[in-house]
């Protein structure tokens, strides 16, 4: 069982940044694949981002790449979204996900974090 807790979101600017970071529970951590999704108003949830187990290997969908980088801390059970030149279209409740590695699909949900961008 992994529960986890989503932070970070608020208020920016148009390209300005923020930084979610998602704290997890229990030993396991190590062990799952992680992810970054996000709904934005009237939206279907969408996928952002993906970091492996050992944080090797990273995928993010076209439109984040080159603006928003995930990133993780074993040793802290922290995974990380770092996002710059932040649009309008980014505003969305963002959560994260931790999966096993093997898997494409995600077993346990953070809470949301709202982030809003202004133009």
């Known amino acids: 069982q992994v529960q986890l807790v989503d932070s970070g979101g608020g208020l920016a600017q148009s390209g300005g940044s923020l930084r979610l970071s998602c704290a997890a529970s229990?030993?396991?951590?190590?062990?799952?694949?992680m992810g970054w999704f996000r709904q934005g108003p009237g939206k279907e949830r969408q996928f952002v981002a993906r970091i492996n187990w050992s944080g090797s290997s990273t995928y993010y969908a076209d439109s984040v790449k080159g603006r928003f980088t995930i990133s993780r801390d074993n040793a802290k059970n922290t995974v990380y979204l770092e996002m710059n030149s932040l649009k309008p279209e980014d505003t969305a409740v963002y959560y994260c996900?931790?999966?096993?590695?093997?898997?494409?699909?995600?077993?346990?949900w953070g809470q949301g974090t709202q982030v809003t961008v202004s133009s």
């Open positions: 996900a931790a999966g096993m590695d093997s898997k494409l699909s995600y077993d346990y």
């Open positions: 229990g030993r396991t951590f190590s062990m799952y694949a």
